[in-house]
Each structure stands twice: as C-alpha cells, then as structure tokens.
Nanobody
C-alpha cells in the first residue's frame, strides 16, 4: 500500500504561481505511475496531469497545457506540480494519485484506474 500526502496549496492571486508536492511512502515509488487531479465544487474530479514511473512521459489536460508541469523525484519519493499563470478557474482541491504499472505501459488518465489517493490540498485563485 502507498500513502500519499499533498502539500503546497493556498490562496494566490490570478497570474501567480504555486508548487504542489505529494510525498509518498510505503512502497517503491518508482513502481508507480502518478497523476494530479482536481475537483472544484459541484464538478467531477478531473485529470490535470499524469506521469510515467520514471518521469519520461507526461500528459496534460488541455486547460493547463503550457502553464502546469508535472515532475517527480524518485530518490525523494515525491511528485510535484508546478503551476504558473494561475486563473480563477484553477480553483479546486488538488489530489495526487498512484497506481502500480509495469514499465512502458500507457499513461494512466482515468480516475477509476488509480488505486491510491491523497487527502487533497486546496488551491484558491482570486481574481
């Protein structure tokens, strides 16, 4: 089992930046494909970005391309989401998620395919 703990959320003005972190513990982090999701009030949870277990492949939701960057440091068991040019529409609770996959399998983009979830961190972008 993997335990995930997000941090780095907060209140920021439109145009600002934040970096989210997700600390993983419990199993070999490099065995897991990871994702960042978000859920705004009254909306379904949606994929923000996903990354392969070694970090060489990534994918992003169209709404965050060129503004958000997902990365991981397997030596530190940590997943990151760098967010720039934040917009009020980015306001949501952000979750990291993990699922074990063999190397060279496709990126995992569906919410239901992830096994482990963090508790979430709130990001609020004011206009």
């Amino acid at each position: 089992q993997v335990q995930l703990v997000e941090s780095g959320g907060g209140l920021v003005q439109a145009g600002g930046s934040l970096r989210l972190s997700c600390a993983a513990s419990g199993r070999t982090f490099s065995n897991y494909y990871m994702g960042w999701f978000r859920q705004a009030p009254g909306k379904e949870r949606e994929l923000v970005a996903a990354i392969s277990n070694r970090g060489q492949r990534t994918t992003y939701a169209d709404s965050v391309k060129d503004r958000f960057t997902i990365s991981r440091d397997n030596a530190k068991n940590t997943l990151y989401l760098q967010m720039i040019s934040l917009k009020p529409d980015d306001t949501a609770v952000y979750y990291c998620a993990a699922v074990q996959r063999p190397y060279f399998t496709p990126l995992v983009v569906r919410t239901e395919d992830y096994e482990y979830w963090g508790q979430g961190t709130q990001v609020t972008v004011s206009s």
